[in-house]
């Protein structure tokens, strides 16, 4: 299929063959390729859960409340966020910026770009219980828009989450045109407990779940009608 064909045919379906084979291997390859996705500014704060495990499986069904392409899906795959790896990754991020700046003269260029890791990620993620990091950021961005300046306005904790969220709904994405480019089908779920999948994955309380992809071979009566989207001028401007 080429890109056009894989975009068509992808459809979010709530019916698989339980009886169908299925390569679990093709999930694995599609989390490959979901990592190549864009995310924010590299930092790479998401993770995929491959329910391997049946006991696991089912009690995900059960978070999912028992929705139809939850429950026949022959795998399920959690997408998380993870708000508390910021430090390690803007470390990672800055080890590799570091490592190819070895035995080169640091242009001021360099140092920006190492100070994007050094600097601004610490501004942007850091949270403190005080609520000190987040009136930082409210008066840099206030300045900012009072001299008329252009800045990012990702002050609060709740627009930190909508840029975690963006980058791994990317990832998700990817996953699902994987999948069907590979002839799977999958559903894309926000109808489950989050409190309950934490618990069954042990993750912690600041982790978020952003989607559950149910993955099979489905069936036609898992479509539940054709197509439908609003017309194009309604979304799409050229201005
Ligand atoms: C963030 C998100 C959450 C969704 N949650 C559910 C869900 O809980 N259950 C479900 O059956 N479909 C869910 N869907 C699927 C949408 O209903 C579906 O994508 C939409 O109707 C368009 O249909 P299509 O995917 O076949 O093009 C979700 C889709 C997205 C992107």
């Known amino acids: 299929m080429n890109f056009d ?7 979010s379906v709530r019916v698989y063959d339980e009886n169908a084979g ?9 989390l490959e390729r979901s990592v190549l996705s864009a995310n924010s500014s590299n930092m790479q704060l998401w993770e995929f859960y491959q329910i391997s495990s049946e006991e696991k499986k089912k009690k995900i069904v059960r978070a999912c409340m028992h929705q139809s392409a939850a429950r026949t899906a ?12 910021w430090k390690k990754r803007a ?6 910026m570091e490592k190819q ?10 140092k920006r ?10 501004l942007f993620y850091t949270n403190d219980f005080l609520g000190i990091a987040t009136l930082i950021r409210f008066l840099i961005v206030s300045y900012h828009t009072i001299i008329g300046k252009p800045i990012i306005h990702l002050i609060t904790h709740a627009d930190q989450r909508v840029s975690l969220h ?9 996953f699902m045109l994987s999948m069907k480019s590979e002839n799977y089908d999958t559903c894309p779920m926000e109808g489950f407990d989050e409190r309950i999948i934490k618990r069954i994955l042990n993750l912690p309380a600041s982790a978020e779940v952003c989607m559950v992809i149910a993955c099979g071979i489905g069936k036609s009566e898992g479509i539940y009608g ?3 989207r609003v017309p194009n001028d309604e979304v799409i401007f050229k201005v």
């Not at 700046?101 to 360099?110: L, Q, R, Y």
């Open 5 to 11: 064909q894989i975009l068509k045919a992808r459809r």
């Open 22 to 30: 299925f390569d679990s291997q093709i999930v694995t390859k599609s």
């Open 74 to 85: 022959s795998e399920l795959v959690v997408f998380v966020t993870r708000h508390d790896k």
């Open 91 to 96: 470390a990672w991020n800055l080890a590799n």
């Open 101 to 110: 700046f070895v035995g080169k003269e640091i242009t001021s260029k360099d």
């Open 113 to 122: 770009a190492l100070n994007y890791y050094k600097k601004l990620m610490p």
């Open 166 to 174: 963006k980058t791994c709904a990317l990832a998700a994405q990817t």
């Open 226 to 228: 054709p197509r439908t």
